[in-house]
C-alpha cells in the first residue's frame, strides 16, 4: 500500500501543549469570544433602546405620573398631555383589524390547509406571504386613492341604512377614520394570519382527519368541530401576532386615519393612533415637553407589542409542540 | 494491541450506555462490533476518538489507551488524537464542495503540505487507495454531490485516509448503500487492513463475517463476547451471542 | 331521513365555497396593488424620474434621483451595522448556544423583532440626532440597521441549524477545530441561505418609513456625505401621497411602482433560492 510509509513517519508522540494556551492558539476560544460579543451587542442595543425610551420620557412621567394615560386632552400649545385619544384610536383600528382580519384570514387558511390541493396551496401561499413584503408607505398610498373613496361613498351609506341606529355608525362620513385605518390594518394583517394559520392546521395529523371522517362526518364538519379545534391555540396565536403588528403599524395607518385627537364613538369619525401620532408630531415637536410626551407615546407602544408578542409567541409554541412539529 | 479498552462506563446524561466494557483491538487487522440497535455499539465507537466528546451531557469513566496513552487523559490533544484516529459515518457526509477539496480538506486543516503539488500528489494517491481515482480523476473539481452514494461513501473514505491516520473507525459505512456499492466498500475495507487498524460498525451479520478478522457482539450495553470472527460464528461461546447470530433474537 | 343528510351536504360545499371565497380575496389583493400602480404610475414613469431633483413647489416634472441614492445609502449604512451583528450573532447562536447566554440573547432577538418600527426611529433620534444636533443619513441608516439586526440573526441561525450534523462531525473527525469546521464547512453550505435571508431584510427595511421621519428627515436636494438630513425613496411617496398637488400624487404612483417592483423581485427571487437550499441540505 502506498500510503504505509507515511504513517509510520507520522505516528510518533503527540505533541503536548499546556491545554489553555493549545485551545487558544487553536482559534476556538477567540472565535467563541467574537461572536459572543457580536451576539451580546443585539442585547445591549435591546437594552439601550428600553433605557433611551424610558429617560427620554422622564418630563411628562415626573409631571403627569399616570394621569398620561388617561388623560383625554392633548394639547402641545398648552403642555397638557393625556395620551387616551391616541390610545383609544390606536386600541379601536387594531380591534377593527381583527374583526375584519381574522374572519377572512381563518377562512382562507382552512381552504388553503384543508381543500386546496397541495401545489395549488402552495402556490397561494407564496402570493400570500408576498402581500406581507408590501412595504406599508405603499399600503397607505393606494388606501389614500382607493379605500376611503369607497370607504365614504359605499360602505358609510349603507352600514348607516342599514346599522344607523349603532351610535358606532353615526355621523357624517369623509372617508378618512377608524375605520379606514381598522381595514387597511385589516388587509395587512391577513397575511400573518393566513400564513401561521395554514401551517399550524397542516401540522395537525392525518389520523385525527381520518378517525372523523370514519365516523361519517362530512369534510367541513371534520375541519370545524376536530381539525380547527386541534389547532386552536395556534390560530390564536396567529391572532395575537397580527394584533402585535397591527398596534405597532405606523405609515397606513398615519395616511388614513384622519389625525384627530378626539375620542369619537363613530367608526366614521376621524381619529388618531399612538403611532401616527409620533409619525406626524416628533419632527415638529416644540419643546422637550412635547418631545417627551411623544417618546412616552412610544414607551406605552412598546410596552402593549411587547406583551402582545410574547403571548402570542407562548400559544404558538404550545400547539406545534403538542403536535410535534416545528 | 492498538487500542486497549479498560472498564468503559459510558453515560448520556444519567443513562448510561456502556457497562464495564474491556477489549483490545489489534493493529492491521479488522474488527467487527455486531448487536442490536441500541446495544452501544455505536458509542463505544465514538468513544474510541472522542467524538461523544460533542455531546452535551456525555461522561466517560474507565480508561481507553491508543498506543498506550491514556487518549482520555487532559494533556491528549483531542484535535491529534482525531487525526491519528479517523472516522467514516452512516451516511456519507461529503462536504458540499469539489471532490478535490473534499480530500485537501483535512491536509490543508492539519497543515500536512502546503504546496499545491503536494496536495494534488495526496488526492491522487488517497483516491488511488479508496478505489475511486478512475471513476472521478476527469471531475475532480465539480461537486462531490454530483457522486453516486456509493462513490459518495467512497470519498469519505479517501478523504479520512489523506490526513494518514493509524485507525480508522467505521459507523455501519454500507448500510445505506446498495449491493454492488456495499461490496466495493467491503473490498476497499478488505484491502486497508494492511496499512491500517479498522474498527466497523455493523449490524449485518454476514458483512462481518465476511470482512473481519474479530468480532465483539454488544447488547444491552456490554461487551457479551469478544473473539476471533470464525469462533464467533462457528462456536459463540455465550448464549446470547448464539441466540443473535442464529436469528432467534430481535 | 333524506333532508339533514342533504343539508349536511349543503353545509359543506357552502362553507368551503366561503373559504374559497375568502382566499380568492386576499389573493386579490396583490393582483390590486400591483395593477393600480401600474396603471397610475406607469405612465408618470420616465428618465427624468431617476436622474432629476424633484421639480421646486408649483412647477411640474423633476423627478426622485436624490430619494433613489437616498435609499442607496441609508441601506449601504444599515447592512454595515445589521449584517456583521446579525450574521455573527447568528453563528453564535447557531453554533455555540445552548447556553444562558444563548437564551438570553435569543429570547432579546425576538424582543427587537417585535418592537414597532417608529419606536425603533425614536431610539435612533435620541442616541444620534440628539448627539449629533441635527437630522442625518447616519442617523437614518443606524434606524435601519437595528431593524435589520433581528432578521438577520434568525435566517442566519436557521440556515446553520439546517446543515445537518454529520457534516459538523466529518470535518471535526478529520482534526479540524470547531471554528474551523464552522468557518470552512458549515457556513459555506449554509451560505446561499444566508445570503438570501439578509437580502430579504434589506428589502423589509428599503421599504420602511417610519424610523425615517425624523431621523433622516428628507431633503429636496441631493446630499452629500452622511451628515445631513436625506430623502429616501419611502418618505418621498409618503410626503408626495399626502400633499394636495395633483402631478405630486403621480410622481408618488411612480415611485410606489419602482419600490413595489424592487421590493418583490427580491422576495420573488429569494423564495426560490431558499426553497432550493432547504431542499439541498435536506438531501
Known sequence: MPLSSTVAANAGAPRRVRPLARRLQRGDQIAHLITLIFAATIFIVTALLFYELYTGALLTRQKFGWSFLSGTTWDPVAL???????????????????????????????FLAELAPLGVSDGLAFIIELLAAVPSVIYGLLAIFTLVPFLRDYVAPLLQSTLGFLPLF???????????????????????????????????????????????????????????????????????????????ETMAVTMVIGNDPRINLSVFAPGYSIAAAIANEFSEATGDMHISALIELGFVLFCITIAVNAVARLLILTTTRKSGAT | ???????????????????????????????????????????????????????????????????????????????????????????????????????????????????????????EKTLRAAALWEEVKDRL?????????????????????????????????????????????????????QSYTIVVVTHNMQQAARISDETGFFLNGRLVEFNETKRIFTAPAVRETEDYITGRFG | ?????????????????????????????????????????????????????????????????????GSAKLLVLASLIGIPIGFLGGVYLA?????????????????????????????????????????????????????????????????????????????????????????????????????????????????????????????????????QPTASLPDTIFKYAIAPYEDWHQQAWAAGLVLLTLVLVVNIAARFILRRQRRDLRG
Open chain 1, 80 to 110: 397638557e398631555f393625556g395620551a387616551l385619544p391616541f390610545i383609544y384610536g390606536t386600541l379601536v383600528t387594531s380591534a377593527l383589524a381583527l374583526i375584519i382580519g381574522v374572519p377572512l384570514g381563518v377562512g382562507a387558511a382552512i
Open chain 1, 170 to 248: 353615526q355621523g357624517q362620513s369623509y372617508g378618512v377614520s377608524l375605520l379606514a385605518g381598522g381595514s387597511i390594518l385589516a388587509i395587512m394583517v391577513l397575511p400573518f394570519i393566513i400564513s401561521i394559520s395554514r401551517e399550524v392546521l397542516l401540522a395537525v395529523p392525518r389520523e385525527q382527519r381520518e378517525a372523523s371522517l370514519a365516523l361519517g362526518a362530512t369534510q367541513w364538519e371534520t375541519t370545524w368541530n376536530v381539525v380547527v379545534p386541534y389547532a386552536k391555540a395556534g390560530i390564536i396565536g396567529s391572532i395575537f401576532l397580527a394584533l402585535a403588528r397591527a398596534l405597532g
Open chain 2, 1 to 123: 494491541m492498538k487500542i486497549n479498552v479498560g472498564r468503559v462506563n459510558f453515560y448520556y446524561g444519567k443513562q448510561q450506555a456502556l457497562y464495564d466494557v474491556s477489549t483490545r483491538i489489534r493493529q492491521q487487522a479488522v474488527t467487527a462490533l455486531i448487536g442490536p440497535s441500541g446495544c452501544g455499539k455505536s458509542t463505544f465507537l465514538r468513544s474510541l476518538n472522542r467524538m461523544n466528546d460533542l455531546i452535551p451531557g456525555a461522561r466517560l469513566e474507565g480508561k481507553v489507551e491508543l498506543d498506550g496513552e491514556d487518549i482520555y487523559s487532559d494533556e491528549m490533544d483531542v484535535i491529534h488524537l482525531r487525526r491519528r484516529v479517523g472516522m467514516i459515518f452512516q451516511r456519507s457526509n461529503p462536504f458540499p464542495m469539489s471532490v478535490y477539496d473534499n480530500v485537501a480538506y483535512g491536509v490543508r486543516v492539519n497543515k500536512l503540505a502546503r504546496k499545491r503539488l503536494e496536495v494534488d500528489e495526496i488526492v
Open chain 2, 141 to 193: 473539481h465539480r461537486s462531490a454531490m454530483s457522486l453516486s452514494g456509493g462513490q459518495q461513501q467512497r470519498l469519505c473514505i479517501a478523504r479520512a485516509l489523506a490526513v494518514e491516520p493509524e485507525v480508522l473507525l467505521m459507523d455501519e459505512p454500507a448500510s445505506a448503500l446498495d449491493p454492488i456499492s456495499t461490496a466495493k466498500i467491503e473490498e476497499l475495507i478488505y484491502n486497508l487492513k
Open chain 3, 1 to 69: 331521513m333524506n333532508s339533514p343528510r342533504t343539508r349536511r351536504r349543503m353545509t359543506n360545499i357552502v362553507m368551503f365555497a366561503i373559504t374559497g371565497a375568502c382566499t380568492l380575496g386576499a389573493v386579490s389583493v396583490l393582483f390590486f396593488i400591483l395593477g393600480y400602480l401600474l396603471w397610475q404610475g406607469g405612465h408618470a414613469l420616465n428618465l427624468d424620474f431617476f436622474t432629476k431633483l424633484p421639480a421646486p413647489v408649483g412647477e411640474t416634472g423633476g423627478g426622485f434621483a436624490n430619494a433613489i441614492l
Open chain 3, 95 to 227: 453554533e455555540f448556544g445552548g447556553t444562558t447566554p444563548a437564551f438570553v440573547v435569543r429570547y432579546t432577538t425576538d424582543l427587537l423583532n417585535g418592537v414597532p418600527s417608529i419606536v425603533m426611529g425614536i431610539f435612533a433620534y435620541r442616541i444620534v440626532v440628539v448627539t449629533m444636533g441635527h437630522f442625518s443619513t447616519l442617523a437614518g441608516g443606524i434606524a435601519l440597521g437595528v431593524m435589520m439586526i433581528p432578521i438577520a440573526v434568525r435566517s442566519t441561525e436557521e440556515f446553520l441549524r439546517a446543515v445537518p450534523n454529520t457534516l459538523r462531525e466529518g470535518a471535526l473527525a478529520l482534526g479540524a477545530t470547531k471554528w474551523r469546521a464552522v468557518a470552512t464547512v458549515v457556513i459555506p453550505a449554509a451560505l446561499p441561505g444566508i445570503i438570501t435571508g439578509i437580502l430579504l431584510a434589506l428589502a423589509r427595511v428599503a421599504g420602511e418609513t417610519a424610523p425615517l421621519l425624523f431621523t433622516a428627515f428628507g431633503n429636496l436636494f441631493w446630499s452629500p456625505g452622511w451628515n
